[in-house]
T-cell receptor
Framework: KAGVTQTPRYLIKTRGQQVTLSCSPI?????VSWYQQTPGQGLQFLFE???????NKGNFPGRFSGRQFSNSRSEMNVSTLELGDSALYLC????????????FGPGTRLTVL | EDQVTQSPEALRLQEGESSSLNCSYT??????LFWYRQDPGKGPEFLFT???AGEEKEKERLKATLTKKESFLHITAPKPEDSATYLC???????????FGTGTRLTVIP
């Protein structure tokens, strides 16, 4: 059974640019959540999608957005990148909203110069 | 204010030296508490979900327990391959997202 995949794995951007990250959940999983992980703040929730609808959003500025497609694949976009956006962005999928057995992908390491 | 606090921040153990990691939480109604293991450069790996005080779950050398205020992850006779950062997260009533602690970095020395 294939796990959660994320692309790209590594990304280097400059301030002001925008970036799109992709996540393919485990087959059959309809819930996709995105997290930002930094050494200082740990894992912070960005947003969750279920059946193409955003169910919840964390405390991040509007520059962070996402969407989910009918096949449950999800993308997140960050516009007008800032140095502080450098982080590991993790995607996780689960069958439903219970978060029981939520499986994470390997993450996308974003570096903003 | 809702909080999830993990202690200690870092722990070094000799191989075979059993110990416990702590996750204390203050949330208004707990729907679930989750333990994950994260290796460097990888995403967190799901370990356990606990739903109510008194519940226990076991997997190999790991055992997770839950009280009304905290959870413990007991590691029995650890091996070097148990070295990782262990994260706990809570899902509270009325919320739709996990709130993570900052983790305990465990190092097991051969």
């Amino acid at each position: 059974k294939a796990g959660v995949t994320q692309t790209p794995r590594y990304l280097i951007k400059t301030r002001g640019q925008q970036v799109t990250l992709s996540c393919s959940p485990i087959s059959g999983h309809r819930s996709v959540s995105w997290y930002q992980q930094t050494p200082g703040q740990g894992l912070q929730f960005l947003f969750e999608y279920f059946s193409e609808t955003q169910r919840n959003k964390g405390n991040f500025p509007g520059r962070f957005s996402g969407r989910q497609f009918s096949n449950s694949r999800s993308e997140m976009n960050v516009s007008t990148l800032e140095l502080g956006d450098s982080a590991l962005y993790l995607c996780a999928s689960s069958r439903d909203h219970s978060y029981n057995e939520q499986f994470f992908g390997p993450g996308t390491r974003l570096t903003v110069l | 204010e809702d909080q999830v606090t993990q202690s200690p921040e870092a722990l070094r153990l000799q191989e075979g030296e059993s110990s416990s990691l702590n996750c204390s939480y203050t949330v208004s109604g707990l729907r679930g508490l989750f333990w994950y293991r994260q290796d460097p450069g990888k995403g967190p790996e799901f370990l356990f979900t606990l739903y109510s005080a008194g519940e226990e779950k076991e997997k190999e050398r790991l055992k997770a327990t839950l009280t009304k205020k905290e959870s413990f992850l007991h590691i029995t006779a650890p091996k070097p391959e148990d070295s990782a950062t262990y994260l706990c997260a809570v899902l509270k009533t009325g919320a739709n997202n996990l709130f993570f602690g900052t983790g305990t970095r465990l190092t097991v020395i051969p």
